[in-house]
């Protein structure tokens, strides 16, 4: 192979990844290229690359996974390369061999090392052919349930079903015992359908406390490779990264270096070249130890959390790929790369941690993201943008790095104090509790970390009764603007002798609510909830419908009360079944005249990550159901109607 330098590269991608590679291609003084979907038409990452390409609607499936555009998008500008990001189409083979079929280098892995590592089962045994450990279970060719019920008995429950086409922690699911086998392998196995039109699934060990724990790779083409270290992910929702760090707290010498070696010989096994995560799970019961470690899976692209691993090496692994693309060897070897200090990042999403973290959209009315000594930002959005339906709602990845753990996760803390958007609702607060939570901080976490302690974790904040107070006098000052005076001076002859008290209804986060306002001649003051110190960080920001008041990560909408929100209430009578997002309606289990318990599934929707079970509010007997399974739904579209004892 031959060095060539490559002097273009079009981003097969959108948001902060694609900034983010455009921001280190600019640097190596190589042209950029964006392509983008109709949604994406002002996006951030269009106007940072010099030229950009549309390439059809919002969906994905329209845009950013449409082969054929992208490659047109290329061909019309002349990209001598083409770099995948991570998500849509990074781990496909096909795309990597239709770039090499049009001339275009590829910014990854060979074809066949995507192929190698896309199905876990196959992965999984080729690896442990290499010697690598993997973890025990069955990952052979019989999906019938009977026997699949029989294999998870002989490993010993608890066990984990897996996709073998998964990824994102789709068609997962944790099984405790024998009787709820059935139930979550028929629904493990209905969510890979859908993720990946491929029902196959995995039975393996549960890991108890587990860690996650993985490795950087790096190879040639040349046939050098390293490993640039571990990351420690295992602060996790739903088996989804929330908090990453490197290196991995309490790692010995001897254990890194074994999980080192160990990635290396995954990558060679595969012929790897570039940027490539081999994933191993830990059992954490008694520290990391050389024998207590697993293969999961091998990540064949650049993964969210790199940052991390560029902060504590000080080697920019984007520009690594695109060496590494161009011919050249590995910039250094093993013995030249080293740990500085230690770095945590932060997935900033917009999503509501008070509903089941349930994405979050609309236009971002105001973003202040930190800035400061050990701190970086990634992001795709700026002030103004909007945080769509059809695309992953990360807003911002926020990375600490510092001397020691303890100094990077009290910047990260910090930062995330210092973290304000308004509009979508975010998971900031949650982030700044993780970061500052003692047992994290201590070094003492697995990966049921955060659901053990979700309530404490989004537990609200003591001084939410004093900021929707603030929320409130600020809508009565929008309500009541100074021209038009206080009520008080309203012509009506009465004389102000003593404060008037009036019941001021307004609209708290979509639900009613009620202060009183005690009005005086210097204006009206705010009874509402628990007396109590204002908090420490505190801004009203106008929106079109209200105000939305932004106090210690978290985001609080007030609006005047709505006449005809009533009147909807009135005909919904709690018999009419939503969609609460925009999804996928993935399930529909009742039929017209089904009679239906409190609390029984009706209807599944999946959107983003996630299946969400749809239940029924009351006792009652199906009337209608207006959509079907497999549809597309937008929220507040109106599912199923119920007719319940109380609308009866
Ligand atoms: P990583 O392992 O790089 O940290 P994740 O495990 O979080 O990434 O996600 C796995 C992949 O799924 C990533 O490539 C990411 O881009 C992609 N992804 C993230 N969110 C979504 C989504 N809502 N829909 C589809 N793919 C997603
Ligand atoms: P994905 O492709 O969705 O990233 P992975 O196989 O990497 O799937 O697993 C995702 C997460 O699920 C891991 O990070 C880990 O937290 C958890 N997990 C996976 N396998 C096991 C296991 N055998 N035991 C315990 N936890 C596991
Ligand atoms: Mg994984």
């Known amino acids: ?131 690598v450990p993997v973890v025990p279970g069955y990952h052979g060719a019989r999906q019938d349930p009977d026997f699949l019920a029989a294999e998870a008995a002989a490993i010993g429950f608890p066990v984990l079903i897996k996709a073998v086409a998964g990824g994102g922690g789709k068609g997962m699911r944790r099984v405790e015992g024998p009787e709820a086998f059935a139930d979550a392998l028929a629904s493990a196995q209905r969510e890979a359908q859908n993720a990946f039109g491929d029902p196959r699934v995995l039975v393996e060990k549960y890991v108890l406390s587990p860690r996650h724990v993985e490795i ?144 979050s959209t609309g236009p971002l009315r105001a973003l202040d993201l930190p800035e400061g000594e050990g701190i970086r930002v990634d992001t795709g959005v700026r002030a103004g943008d909007r945080v769509t339906p059809f695309y992953d709602p990360m807003i911002a990845k926020v990375i600490a790095h510092g001397a020691t753990r303890t100094e990077a996760l009290d910047r990260l803390a910090d930062a995330l104090g210092r973290t304000r958007v308004a509009g979508p609702k975010t998971n900031v607060a949650f982030l700044k509790a993780l970061a500052e939570a003692e047992e994290f901080r201590a070094g003492r976490f697995d990966t049921g970390f955060i659901d053990r302690d979700l309530a404490g974790l989004t537990a609200p904040s003591p001084h939410r009764d004093a900021a929707i107070r603030a929320g409130i006098r600020a809508l009565v000052a929008r309500e009541n603007p100074p021209a038009a005076g206080s009520p008080w001076d309203a012509a009506d002859g009465f004389q102000l002798s003593e404060a008037r008290r009036q019941v001021f209804p307004f609209v708290l986060d979509g639900e009613p609510a009620e202060a009183v306002l005690q009005w005086s001649a ?109 549809q597309q739904v937008a929220e507040g579209a109106r599912l199923i109607t119920l007719t319940t004892e109380d609308a009866a």
């Open 1 to 131: 192979m031959t060095t060539r330098r490559l002097a273009s590269v079009l981003i097969a991608n959108r948001g902060e990844i694609a900034c983010r590679v455009i921001r280190t291609a600019k640097r190596l003084g190589m042209r950029t290229i964006a392509v983008h979907s109709e949604a994406d038409r002002d996006a951030l990452h269009v106007a940072l690359a010099d030229e950009a390409h549309s390439i059809g609607p919002a969906p994905a499936a329209e845009s950013y996974l449409r082969i054929d555009r992208i490659l047109d998008a290329a061909r019309a500008s002349g990209a001598e390369c083409i770099h995948p990001g991570y998500g849509f189409l990074s781990e496909r083979p096909d795309f990597a061999e239709a770039c090499a079929e049009a001339g275009i280098v590829f910014v990854g892995p060979p074809a066949s090392a995507i192929r190698a590592m896309g199905l876990k089962d196959a992965a999984k045994a080729l690896v442990a052919k290499a010697g």
């Open 522 to 630: 210097s204006g009206p003051s705010v009874e509402y909830g628990q007396a109590g110190p204002e908090p420490a960080s505190l801004a009203v920001i106008e929106a079109p419908s209200g105000v939305l008041v932004l106090s210690e990560g978290r985001q609080i909408a007030l609006s005047p009360p709505d006449p005809f929100a009533v009147d909807l209430d009135h005909i919904d009578q709690g018999g009419t079944i939503k969609a609460p997002m925009h999804g996928r309606l993935v399930a529909v289990l009742v039929a017209p005249g089904d009679t239906v318990v409190r609390g029984q599934r009706l209807a599944v929707v999946e959107a983003m990550k996630m299946e969400h079970a749809l239940t029924a509010p009351a006792d009652g007997t199906v009337a209608e159901v207006a959509a079907e399974a497999g």
């Open 216 to 359: 950087q790779v790096f190879c040639d083409a040349h046939g050098n490779a390293v490993h640039l270290f571990e990351r420690d992910c295992s602060l996790q929702r739903r088996h989804q990264k929330v908090i990453e760090e490197a290196p991995a707290p309490g790692m010995p010498e001897d254990v890194r270096a074994a999980m080192g070696r160990a990635a290396v010989e995954a990558a060679k096994a595969v012929g790897y070249v570039g940027a490539g995560t081999v994933e191993f799970i830990a059992d954490g019961r008694e520290g990391l130890r050389p024998d207590g470690f697993w293969f999961m899976e091998m990540n064949t692209r650049l993964q969210v959390e790199h940052p991390v691993t560029e902060a504590i090496t000080g080697h920019d692994l984007v520009e690594w790929q695109f060496r590494v693309a161009s011919g050249e060897t590995l910039p250094v070897g093993q013995a030249g790369l080293a740990i500085h200090g230690h770095a945590v990042e932060a997935r900033l999403y917009a999503e509501d941690p008070d509903h089941g973290f349930l994405p």
